[in-house]
């Protein structure tokens, strides 16, 4: 069992180079085996969640290898498997994008559902939702669901709740049913363009993905193509507030800073600097004192539920009383309990969180509760007087490449230890 041991009180100077997206990642993997062919896909981040699917890939008869560290080779061609095992998916939340992708070419799917982050009742009703609507037949055998249909049609589908995950998978489906459908209350996160963009190479014809309206042609057959992820705008939002608690000045790069714009906005806001560039931010909080803001999450452009822990943990030691409204997951303030052991006020009711900023932090021994909550005990360490250690160290590694490593380079005191006895 690894965890991080961090020593605090350090200014983060330099440049961190941000990886591909692990939420593209797991849906343009999924959507590989759509295709008869072989696809290249590269700026695939390093990370446990996409090793998870390289696995299941295989298992399923695709063959895919390793090009190098972030560029995967998949032909599925022999894909024959459509029935998924929990063994295979249990870490993963995102295994659910196999479901859309093997109905779309199979038209039937057994997919044991979701492990992943824990914070809530995570539901995929919208998802199966789509796929009736598509002309499935649906059933649910205790952790397995099972998705079959003779043929499936185009439909007009409307979402009741902005879903990322449903927009993705109903899309996958689609590509390959009779006719056309139309998603309307689309979710339109940087990655559903993503996704959407690579099944078009695929010759996919999708149109409006980014908009909460998306059209989409059902095709025959998809083929091969080599694709390029985006970078990780969650990543690179850590890092960002990883250099404003640390009154550090790092450049952050190989992003889209656009897809950065709320979390921006808010970090001016409260006084750091903020330069963008092409690709690149560069985040100055040297010398600076940040005052208290409020911040509501939301779907995308609005600010990211999944940047909420670590924004939360800069608020933290912020002048005055800030205040944040979770809007997307209920239970996503299970990480403040940690928090409070490095010294932080704060206070939840329902789905607010009341923070009063303290002076400093000081370092103590807490656990990674998910995988955003483990970068925020990261940052909350980084600003600490003296040692923090945090373990469950693995849902870190479920969504971060090379933390550590990414880390040190920026001049944080970071190991990792392996606390197993040895045998
Ligand atoms: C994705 C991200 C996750 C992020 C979330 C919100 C991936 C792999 N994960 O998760 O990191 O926190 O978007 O930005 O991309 N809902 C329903 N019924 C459904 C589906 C969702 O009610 O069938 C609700 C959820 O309870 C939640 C909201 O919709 O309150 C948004 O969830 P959704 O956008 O679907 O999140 P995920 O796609 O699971």
Known sequence: MDRLVIKGNRKLSGEVVISGAKNAAVAVIPAAIMAQDVCVIDNLPYIEDVKCLYTTLNKMGAESVYEDKHTLKIDSSNVSE????????????????LL???????????????????????????????FRALGANVEICGDVVCVSAEK????????????????????LAATMAEGVTTIENAAKEPHIVDVANFL???GAKIKGAGTDVIKIIGVDRLHGAEYTIIPDQIEAGTYMIAAAITGGKVKVSNIIPKHMDSLSAKLMEIGVGIEEGDD?????????????????????????????????????????????TENVWEKRYQYIDELKRLGAKITVEGRVAIIEGVKELSGASVEATDLRAGAAMIIAALKARGETVIGEVKYIDRGYEEVEKKFSSLGADIKRINVEPEV
């Open 200 to 202: 078009n190479m695929m």
């Open 82 to 97: 459509t029935k998924v095992t929990f063994d295979e998916v249990r870490k993963m939340r995102a295994s659910y994008y």
């Open 152 to 171: 499936l049609h185009g439909a007009g589908i409307y979402m009741d709740t902005v879903s990322v995950g449903a927009t993705i998978n109903i899309m």
């Open 100 to 130: 859309g992708a093997l109905l779309g070419r199979f038209k039937k799917a057994q997919v044991a559902m979701p492990g992943g982050c824990n914070f809530g009742t995570r539901p995929i009703d919208l998802h199966l939702k789509g």
């Open 280 to 324: 690149y931010i560069i985040v100055d909080a040297e010398n600076k004192n940040f005052c208290a803001t409020s911040i509501r999450t939301m779907a995308y452009p609005g600010f990211p539920t999944d940047l909420q822990p670590q924004m939360t943990t800069l608020l933290s030691v912020c002048d005055g009383t800030s205040m944040v």
